[in-house]
């Protein structure tokens, strides 16, 4: 079944990959710069990372951002869903810009600009495609169908 | 709290196959993952059914799934190991703006999906903007 228009619940679920994605990023790359170089040679570096607690809160946050994504996932296509949810990039500009009072450049705005377009873009269009059924599986609901009349 | 002095930034191709690698393995581990996702079926439609442990079997019972999760995890490592090198200010839009063209293709050719002209003029133009921001 194709779903055109989302629910609030489901926009609800987008808004969650959007934000925890980056949110989680950004933990995660201030836990590694706090840590010391990581070569190759000792790759179990990484391992110890995880329960720094930068890395961790990261990790948290990209759990929350996983659970929303498969949900999504279910329910809308992955061309659909990634650029839908670019709108995170967004919102951390935008929280950068009025919170912390950074400056944005021309080019960051015009970023912004066309991250938003490329949004109500997709946004507009259907959230999954339809496929069609093939004889096997059509036979197979119409029995299902006849033996619960 | 002291913040370390910044590294020394990788090479070109050094960099280029470090985003590389998050990119492929991201690229693969969001495919299967969205295959497994279609397998199962709505999982709002299941939780309402079979309740959240009923849903969480639901997707724990898909190989598929831990193939995806495979994949994303070796892509969680070469992030890590990226961002031990260089600044989040350039592997995260570019690793996120690529993946979002790859994943556009392998969408078309792997999950068969109706990737129309709208949803490729939304790709493109979120990868420039991404691009963009990061500068």
């Known amino acids: 079944m194709a779903h055109a228009r989302l629910s609030p619940r489901q926009y609800l679920i987008l808004g969650l990959v959007s934000l925890c994605a980056p949110l989680g990023d950004t933990c995660l790359s201030r836990g590694m710069t706090n840590m010391p170089d990581i070569t190759l040679a000792h790759p179990t570096t990484l391992i110890t990372a995880v329960i720094t607690p930068w890395i961790a809160l990261g990790i948290a946050l990209l759990i929350g951002f996983f659970a929303s994504y498969l949900t999504a996932l279910s329910w809308a296509d992955l061309t659909f869903v990634l650029p839908a949810t670019a709108s995170g990039n967004v919102i ?45 599986l059509a036979d197979a609901a119409d029995t299902v169908k006849e033996q619960t009349r | 709290m002291t913040i370390p002095s910044p590294a020394p930034q990788p090479g070109f191709w050094a960099a280029t196959t470090m985003i590389a690698a998050i990119v492929l393995a991201s690229t693969a581990g969001e495919v299967l993952t969205a295959a497994a996702m279609k397998s199962i079926g709505n999982l709002d439609e299941i939780r309402a059914r079979c309740g959240l442990k009923g849903a969480i079997r639901a997707v724990l019972s898909c190989p598929l799934f831990f193939a995806g999760v495979s994949f994303l995890t070796l892509a969680f490592f070469a ?57």
């Open chain 2, 79 to 135: 992030l890590l190991f990226a961002l031990n090198h260089m600044n989040l200010s350039l592997v995260a839009p570019a690793s996120a703006s690529l993946t979002l063209v790859t994943n556009a293709i392998a969408g078309k050719i792997f999950l068969k999906e109706n990737v129309d002209r709208r949803r490729w003029a939304a790709a493109v133009l979120v990868c420039i903007g991404v691009y963009l921001l990061a500068h």
């Open chain 1, 92 to 136: 951390v500009a935008l929280f950068a810009r009025f919170f912390l009072h950074e400056t944005i450049s021309l080019e960051r705005w015009a970023g912004i600009v066309l991250i938003t377009v490329g949004v109500g873009f997709v946004a507009q269009g259907p959230s999954l495609t339809e496929k069609q059924a093939t004889p096997a």
